[in-house]
């Protein structure tokens, strides 16, 4: 079994910075990429940031210059560092990641619980 949990969600004013950690444990034989999507009320849930098994990584277009990614990859853990912070930000982040495990030949898609970030004044 492989479990993703994210930590570092709160409340946060305008054009502050908030830190996200997603680290992934379980039975883990191989991660193919690891990122954030979120979601926020009444609306789909959308790309925030991800990494890609070669390390090339790709963001949304409301988050470029403002968010960044990270990873260790010795952990299993990825990063996301948001900063300038703006309330269209508010919404229920989720980690997943591409991950193998050791009952299964194929990489298989698992999400996290979701933390939530609020953008607020």
């Known amino acids: 079994q492989v479990q993703l949990v994210e930590s570092g969600g709160g409340l946060v004013q305008p054009g502050g910075s908030l830190r996200l950690s997603c680290a992934a444990s379980g039975t883990i034989r191989s991660v193919s990429g690891m990122g954030w999507y979120r979601q926020a009320p009444g609306k789909e849930r959308e790309l925030v940031a991800t990494?890609?098994?070669?390390?090339?990584?790709n963001f949304g277009d409301s988050v470029k210059g403002r968010f960044t990614i990270s990873r260790d990859s010795a952990k299993n853990t990825v990063y996301l560092q948001m900063n300038s912070l703006r309330p269209e930000d508010t919404a229920v982040y989720y980690c997943n990641g591409y991950i193998k495990d050791y009952s299964s030949p194929y990489y298989s898609i698992y999400w996290g619980q979701g933390t939530q970030v609020t953008v607020s004044s």
């Open positions: 990494f890609t098994r070669d390390g090339t990584t």
